[in-house]
Nanobody, 128 residues
Framework: QVQLVESGGGSVQTGASLRLSCAFS????????IGWFRQAPGREREGVAAIDIDDNTEHSGSVKGRFAISKDNAKATVYLQMNTLKPEDTAMYYC??????????????????????WGQGTQVTVSS
């Protein structure tokens, strides 16, 4: 059974940093990828970043240069390092797992419907 558990959210001020963690288990597909998504009230779920089994990464334009996704295979954990946080980064952050036979380069990772398994989410609140 695939399980994903997020942690590391919190309330911070503008310009601060946070690191989110996603502990995953039970996923054995060779073509899996782990993605981070966020959803603010009244807004659609947005793809933030993704990483595949070969550690290839993708980041959305809104976070590129500020956020970085990484993976520790020994700990079966994916991280999202978030720097220079802004109030517009406030959202519930979710990690998710899905299969990407063609890798992450075609942009399909940013579509939440391509991810089958989801964690429960962790809240990030950035105040000005």
């Amino acid at each position: 059974q695939v399980q994903l558990v997020e942690s590391g959210g919190g309330s911070v001020q503008t310009g601060a940093s946070l690191r989110l963690s996603c502990a995953f288990s039970g996923y054995t597909n060779r073509y899996y990828a782990i993605g981070w998504f966020r959803q603010a009230p009244g807004r659609e779920r947005e793809g933030v970043a993704a990483i595949d089994i070969d550690d290839n990464t993708e980041h959305s334009g809104s976070v590129k240069g500020r956020f970085a996704i990484s993976k520790d295979n020994a700990k079966a954990t994916v991280y999202l390092q978030m720097n220079t946080l802004k109030p517009e980064d406030t959202a519930m952050y979710y990690c998710a797992a899905g299969v990407f036979l063609n890798g992450l380069g075609d942009g399909s990772w940013s579509n939440w419907s391509n991810f089958r398994y989801w964690g429960q989410g962790t809240q990030v609140t950035v105040s000005s």
